[in-house]
């Protein structure tokens, strides 16, 4: 028990220390506070925000310190996400509690930033944010990191140090789960039982610290190790606990990417993964479930002058061996398998305009008891289209240059849901009755 | 629960290891405290050229440092140059 108030302590101590070095930190600089820190318009990192260009992601590689910008406003900024959400079929009982069966309106979310550069190695990129639709504040996406370059021989390692609480989240492509599309997903529409443990099951619910080093411009490599937080933390952050299988230990999390930068092209193939240990519903009694998670990925982008095209794909295997979940009766079998695809290509014309088109596939092995699905399938499939205009990528009104936003409208089609495309819930709903519409407004300050 | 793990001599090894890992982070920040130069990005990564586009060169840019740098890109930077960060010096917030 004292080791549990000391470990509660340690978590609690990391959280404020990131809070005390955001607030902290030198008013100087596409968040934003980056925007301010650098004198950069948003352009100059994103593509269409928050796809990262090749200098966005050394921008965060490097520690989130580049500066240069002449503002000395502190470094805070606001996110508000107003939605719109339609489902083809509403859905008997309410969306959520407290909403209808469809059409309903939402500040899906609100956030407040804070972080960017506090040396000229050490940066963060600190989140707070209120879920509109639970009804609940929270610690959402940290990353705080230190970062330096040295020589090795004849050749350049950019290296660095990363605290944060999401796998992924410290990735700088937008293949992986973190960061990749669709960038925004509407709340209100239903949720598929299944998904795989590195795709954002440990968001906010851990706390990660890891070694990179990008060599040569092109070889990212990290390692990083993950523990989850005691509960009495986690409720403290304002993090959801319902039905969470916590992490055993340390969880190891890797990353392996080459990255080519020629004239107008930017192509990046990698590796990710993430080895963890779980105590099914944080229960003991018959020892740990082991999730194995390997995934491939791979983005091209071609950007020239006003126009840019990106196209990014992922492949993630996850294998679970479920021997204390069985025993306990929360599984059919003692071993399952789960295959996770996603592939996106986008437009964008002068930062401004984006459209993109997308699939998703999520298929495995048939457990009736873990996914608690009408056949025991988990598989869940569509498309995403997607358009969006952000007028003010290249700067923002005068009276407050850092304004951006993203308006869009987004639909989703499936095929498949939780199993099946017709009958999923064995009450008569089909897979195309959770087809979505989401328009939303992603606004910046 | 593990019960060598919520022994008192765990809590202890817990504390020091809570100390010396707070000791580490002041070294940490007293190192990045100290260091100098801000990290600057590649040229392949900005798309940088030694030709102008069009009346847009490294020369009028808020980020060149006279005579052949820039603060953001490592060098050299030729002020006939250009890249996809150009910001007209008048602009630069």
């Known amino acids: 028990m004292i080791l ?30 980056y925007a301010r820190q ?5 352009a100059n990192c994103h593509t269409a925000f928050f796809e990262l260009t090749p200098f966005g992601r050394r921008f965060k590689l490097g520690g989130y310190t580049l500066g240069g910008g002449k503002s000395s406003l502190p470094p805070f900024a606001v996110m508000l996400q107003p939605t719109f959400t339609h489902t083809a079929k509403g859905q008997p009982g309410g969306a959520s509690p407290g909403f209808g069966p469809n059409d309903n309106f939402a500040l899906q979310e609100a956030s407040v930033f804070t972080g960017g550069r506090i040396t000229d190695h050490l940066g963060a990129f600190v989140q707070s944010t209120y879920d509109g639709v639970a009804h609940r504040f929270g610690w959402d996406n940290t990353d705080i990191r230190y970062a330096n370059t040295v020589k090795l021989g004849g050749h350049n390692l950019l290296w660095g140090v990363t605290l944060n609480n999401n796998p992924s989240v410290q990735d700088v492509w937008n293949t992986t789960p973190a960061w990749s599309f ?4 509407p709340t209100l529409s239903p949720t598929p039982a299944a998904g795989t443990f590195i795709e954002e099951t440990y968001a906010q619910r851990v706390l990660g610290l890891g070694a990179y080093g990008f060599l040569d411009d092109s070889l990212y490599v990290e390692l990083s190790g993950y523990r989850s937080l005691a509960k009495g933390t986690e409720l403290l952050l304002g993090v959801d606990t319902t039905d969470e299988s916590p992490i055993d230990g340390i969880a190891p999390y890797w990353r392996v990417a080459v990255e080519r930068d020629f004239g107008k092209n930017s192509l990046e193939i990698g590796t990710f993964g993430l080895e963890s240990n779980v105590r099914p519903l944080r229960m003991t009694a018959a020892g740990t479930d082991a999730f194995t998670d390997v995934g491939v990925d791979a983005q091209y982008q071609w950007i020239s002058g006003r126009q840019a095209v990106t196209f990014r794909t992922s492949w993630i295997h996850e294998d679970h061996d479920l021997a204390a979940s069985h025993a306990l009766g929360l599984a059919d079998r003692t071993h399952d398998t789960l295959r996770s695809f996603h592939a996106s290509l986008s437009y964008i014309f002068d930062n401004t305009w984006s459209l993109t088109g997308g699939r998703f596939s999520l298929f495995g092995t048939r457990d009736a008891t873990l996914y608690g699905t009408a056949n025991g399938k988990p598989d869940t499939g569509g498309w995403i289209a997607e358009i969006a205009y952000l007028p003010f990528m290249h700067g923002g009104p005068k009276f407050w240059p850092w304004f951006n936003a993203r308006i869009g409208l987004q639909y989703t089609r499936y095929d498949k849901f939780d199993g099946a495309g017709k009958n999923f819930d064995g009450a008569g709903r089909n897979a195309g009755d959770n087809n979505t519409i989401l328009l939303y407004a992603w606004i910046m300050f | 629960m593990n019960a060598k ?10 504390r020091r290891a809570l100390l010396q890992a707070a000791a580490a982070a002041a070294a940490l920040l007293g190192a990045a405290g100290s260091a100098a130069a801000q990290i600057k990005v590649s040229r392949a990564s900005v798309a940088y050229q030694d030709q102008p586009d069009g009346g847009r060169r490294c020369g009028i840019c808020a980020h060149f440092v006279p005579p052949g740098a820039c603060r ?20 630069n917030g």
């Not at chain 1, 549990?4 to 934003?32: E, M, N, Q, T």
């Open chain 1, 182 to 185: 669709p960038f925004i997903s």
């Open chain 2, 72 to 91: 953001i890109v490592q060098g050299p930077i030729s002020p006939q140059g250009y890249c996809t960060l150009f910001t007209p010096a008048s602009q």
């Open chain 1, 4 to 33: 549990h108030s000391w470990r509660r302590a340690a978590a609690l101590g990391a959280v404020l220390l990131a809070i005390g070095l955001g607030a902290g930190a030198r008013p100087a600089a596409a968040l934003p506070l």
């Open chain 2, 5 to 14: 793990l919520s022994s008192p001599e765990a809590a202890r090894l817990s």
């Open chain 1, 38 to 42: 650098t004198g950069l318009v948003c």
